[in-house]
């Protein structure tokens, strides 16, 4: 996700700012992805 991207998503028009927000924003992208990713993987193995 490019710095355009990020102030899109949460709605900052500071640079700076949205910087600041990047490193967390990262995280809880991963966190929701290794979630899906879980939910996933369970539902084969039930196949």
Do not use: C, F, P, W
């Not at 996700?1 to 992208?29: E, N, P, V």
């Amino acid at each position: 996700m490019g710095l355009a991207d990020l102030k899109a998503r949460m709605g900052h028009d500071s640079d700076r700012t949205a910087l600041i927000y990047q490193h967390a924003t990262r995280d809880a992208d991963q966190k929701i992805a290794d979630a899906l990713s879980a939910r996933v993987e369970a539902k084969g193995r039930k196949n």
